[in-house]
């Protein structure tokens, strides 16, 4: 079994940076791409970024956020992060961690096989 547990979120301001974490564990724990989505009240879940967790650390994020969210691993930790700078209003969203076995870098949210429980964002004077 895989459990990916999110930490970070918060209240920022227009502006701020956050950065969340997700740690994964499991007996089963072994990832081929990490990534993180975001659902806002109202709206379907979005992806965010990507990250393949083996090999070379190939990335890529939404138009939405490039320039202004990163994804990194460090994968002796078994944890993936999203520095997130310049957020905005509508950046708020509560935010998931998933995993998947596939190496593609999926940018669907039925491309990943585990979910973590998600963590509230909100940026808001």
């Known amino acids: 079994q895989v459990q990916l547990v999110e930490s970070g979120g918060g209240l920022v301001q227009p502006g701020g940076s956050l950065r969340l974490s997700c740690a994964g564990s499991?007996?089963?724990?072994?990832?081929?791409?990490m990534g993180w989505f975001r659902q806002a009240p109202g709206k379907e879940r979005e992806f965010v970024a990507a990250v393949r967790w083996r090999g070379v650390a190939i990335a890529t994020s939404a138009d939405s956020v490039k320039g202004r969210f990163t994804i990194s691993r460090d994968i002796a930790k078994n944890t993936v992060y999203l520095q997130m700078n310049s957020l905005k209003p509508e950046d708020t969203a509560n935010y998931y961690c998933?995993?998947?076995?596939?190496?593609?870098?999926?940018?669907?949210?039925?491309?990943?096989?585990?979910w973590g429980q998600g963590t509230q964002v909100t940026v808001s004077s």
């Open positions: 499991g007996r089963t724990f072994s990832p081929n791409t």
């Open positions: 998933a995993a998947a076995l596939s190496v593609r870098l999926g940018v669907e949210a039925r491309d990943y096989d585990y």
